[in-house]
């Protein structure tokens, strides 16, 4: 009948300890007649049995990687869930975040998260955002790096340290990225400098098969230095006067400048309307003197008598008072004295 340990304690209420049941199993094997070397082969073959099954199995949390190595060497990934391995420690397993998007800040440490997060500025913080630009000014910089492990065999073997290294590779392409510009050009361009920032960022890291993938890069303070801050706060005020007066004249020449184009055109076209009656006028006036000079040259008294009466039909009518002149009289007498209501209605009926 095989040994139950519940026998030997039935109805005290609470279980033998380990050493009391290896004593118990000691002196019932020896009453059984089994040797002490067997029993403690039979023993460390469980034991061994029992490690290796313990040893052989493993889980990978959702979102993370399995790198397996073999006696040291890279065998293979695997996904999330429950696995077996080589027992005995010939298989060892390390489990990467690769779904986990962490966040690298330069130039500031976060002190507590939450809905209004704080922050602080340490000498060592200053010393990594304070850089000279490509004009000789001094420029804050604070910027954070936002990565994930795309690649876990490359993020744990091709680089010793791959944070630490993303550190220093993040601060040397910025500082490079602040010298090769101005001060202004930093200030009014974050979105053009993020994007170059995380180009070579990026590239740098794939030459370096570092396994990590830069989900954003972004400037978060770009400020001048605590000394020069009230100096540089005048200059930006100028700037923006400045600014309003260059918008101000833009406006009024956006203003003055059509108005006085349209003037100048309907002036020219005016003169054109002008130009264009007088000269047609001009041509009107030759044709007539051209037809009534080919009637004179064909009948001159004639002609020269209707001209003559057409003229004083013309003139006639405007004038206030009229004389008939007698060729033989030595001074000019008024023969007609004429109602001025009937001159004002244009002459004599």
Do not use: C
Not at 71 to 81: E, L, N, Q, S
Not at 82 to 109: C, L, M, N, Q, W
Not at 135 to 149: K, T
Not at 222 to 231: I, T
């Amino acid at each position: 009948m095989p040994w139950d340990p519940d026998d030997e304690y039935e109805g005290q209420g609470e279980y033998p300890s380990v050493g009391n049941v290896v004593r118990m199993a000691t002196s019932r094997i020896g009453k059984s007649g089994l040797g002490k070397g067997k029993f403690w082969i039979i023993l460390l073959i469980a034991f061994l049995v029992i490690l290796g099954i313990s040893t052989s199995m493993y889980t990978i949390s959702t979102g993370h990687r399995g790198v397996i190595l073999r006696f040291g060497r890279y065998a293979g990934t695997v996904m999330p869930g429950f696995h077996f391995k080589v027992p005995f420690g010939v298989d060892k397993v390390y489990s990467v975040y690769t779904d986990k998007i962490d966040t690298e800040a330069f130039g500031f440490r976060s002190v507590s998260q939450g809905i209004r997060s704080e922050f602080e500025k340490s000498p060592a913080t200053e010393r990594e955002s304070l850089m000279l630009t490509g004009d000789l000014n001094v420029i804050d910089v604070e910027w954070i790096v936002q990565y994930r492990r795309e690649d876990p065999k490359k993020y744990l073997f091709s680089i010793k340290a791959p944070i630490q290294a993303l550190r220093d590779i993040s601060e040397s392409v910025i500082r490079r990225i602040v010298g090769n510009h101005t001060f202004d050009y930093i200030l009014q361009n974050r979105e053009e400098v993020n994007k170059q920032f995380r180009k070579e960022l990026q590239n740098i890291l794939d030459d370096y098969n570092s396994g990590i993938k830069i989900a954003n890069v972004r400037l978060q303070n770009v400020v001048p230095p605590e000394a020069v801050k009230g100096a540089f706060n005048e200059v930006n005020e100028a700037q923006q006067e400045r600014e309003r007066l260059i918008n101000q004249a833009q406006e009024t020449y956006n203003k003055e400048i059509p108005r006085a184009k349209g003037e100048a055109e309907r002036t020219i076209n005016k003169a054109r309307g002008y130009a264009l009656e007088r000269v047609n006028m001009a041509k009107g006036d030759v044709a007539r003197f051209l037809d009534v000079l080919n009637e004179y040259k064909k009948a001159r008294e004639v002609t020269k008598r209707r001209l003559y009466i057409e003229t004083l039909q013309a003139i006639l009518p405007q004038a206030n008072k009229i004389y008939v002149v007698d060729s033989k009289q030595k001074s000019i007498l008024p023969l007609l004295q004429l109602n001025p209501e009937l001159m004002k209605e244009g002459g004599l009926k």
